[in-house]
């Protein structure tokens, strides 16, 4: 495994890191967050401009990266800034148009957005078989369920959806104006909503679209996991700042060994939280990959809860205050063990992985 960034993927990131520090920093975050469309047009545009959209795909499917190492870059970053844009939506969106031979062209230039509509009312992970149904009317499709949820779905042009029909599971497209949609604010930050479909007209992407469902949902994954990395080492950050300003007793919290220990145990499972995170994305779209993405996932998300959690104590009071940005990046932290499925889930499926072979 070659762990030396490439050029490209280390402008990239070095690009992302200055403009999102001088404009997406935390005060500009809460102002957007929370209410619609709850992310910044600017910074999307921004984004997009950067190249940041261009790298979640491949040369061969119209953008220039597309490996674990570039999603995992792209996302370390967002996760630091904890950046509201809807971009997780966007990478599973366009995972979905790449393989089923769909253009991607205003996608990747940020003019379209994407999200994929894949969790249902009382779906637990999300990830289960959809109650949505897809029927055809002629040449056409019509789509009949509801979809809950849909992260970036209230920003979203088109939606990618998932629903079943007499042959399987099927993708389908759909226009955002054909959808009944309800944008909410999550209370993480950032967009998410809920889709009513009824009679809906859609266009078939793949009638058996399973193993195209399952590389997205990799991908994302992969994501959420450097997201995860990246909000951690940002908290990191804080919580050493803390420990050397605060005074108790009239010395910094520093001075109090057993504080110094508490933070060295979060560092050791930070960085066995990135390290499974490098193995996730060196394995992404090989046979070992869905494996790697699920044991990252499963030990990412733990590692975040108990970052969100210490930090969240350590702070004190002042930590569950709005005003402290460490209580927002634990509240992203919590929900991303909740996204594409939570630890239990992911150490589920690694277990049925290995008891099948």
């Known amino acids: 495994m070659d762990f030396q960034q490439t050029d490209t993927r280390r402008m990239l990131a070095d690009s992302m890191a200055r403009y999102l520090d001088r404009h997406c920093d935390y005060d500009h975050r809460r102002k957007i967050a929370y209410d619609a469309p709850f992310h910044d047009p600017a910074v999307w545009e921004a984004l997009a401009d950067l190249g940041v959209i261009g790298a979640l795909l491949p040369e061969d499917k119209g953008g220039f990266g597309g490996a674990g190492f570039d999603i995992a870059t792209v996302f370390q970053a967002l996760g630091h800034a904890l950046c509201p844009e809807p971009m997780l939506a966007q990478l599973m969106g366009l995972s979905v148009l790449a393989d089923t031979g769909q253009e991607t062209e205003a996608a990747l230039t940020g003019q379209e957005k994407l999200a994929l509509a894949l969790g249902e009312p009382g779906g637990g992970s999300g990830m289960e078989p959809p109650q949505t149904r897809a029927q055809r009317a002629g040449e056409a499709w019509r789509l009949d369920g509801r979809k809950s949820v849909v992260w970036g779905g209230g920003s979203a042009d088109r939606l990618v959806v998932s629903a079943a029909h007499d042959q399987g599971l099927g993708l389908f497209l759909v226009n955002a104006g054909d959808a009944g949609i309800a944008p909410y604010a999550m209370i993480d930050g950032g967009g998410a909503a809920e889709v009513s479909l009824d009679e809906c007209p859609a266009i078939c992407l793949v009638e058996e679209g399973g193993a195209v469902l399952a590389r997205a949902i990799d991908r994302g994954t992969l994501a959420l996991c450097a997201e995860a990395v990246g909000a951690m080492d940002h908290v990191q950050g804080l919580l050493?700042?803390?420990?050397?300003?605060?005074?108790?007793?009239?010395?910094?919290?520093?001075?109090?060994?057993?504080?110094?220990?508490?933070?060295?145990?979060?560092?050791?499972?930070?960085?066995?939280?990135?390290?499974?995170?490098?193995?996730a994305a060196d394995a992404l779209d090989t046979p070992e990959g869905p494996r790697a993405v699920s044991m990252a996932k499963a030990l990412v998300g733990q590692v975040a809860r108990q970052w969100s959690e210490e930090a969240i104590q350590l702070h004190g009071g002042i930590g569950m205050t709005w005003e402290a940005a460490v209580s927002h990046y634990a509240k992203r932290l919590v929900m991303i063990d909740h996204q594409l499925g939570d630890s239990l889930w992911h150490l589920e499926r690694v277990a049925r992985a290995y008891s099948a072979e």
Request: proline share 2%; glycine share 2%.
């Open 240 to 279: 050493a700042e803390h420990l050397r300003t605060r005074k108790q007793f009239g010395v910094p919290l520093s001075k109090f060994q057993v504080l110094r220990h508490r933070f060295i145990d979060l560092c050791v499972e930070l960085e066995q939280a990135r390290s499974i995170t490098i193995r």
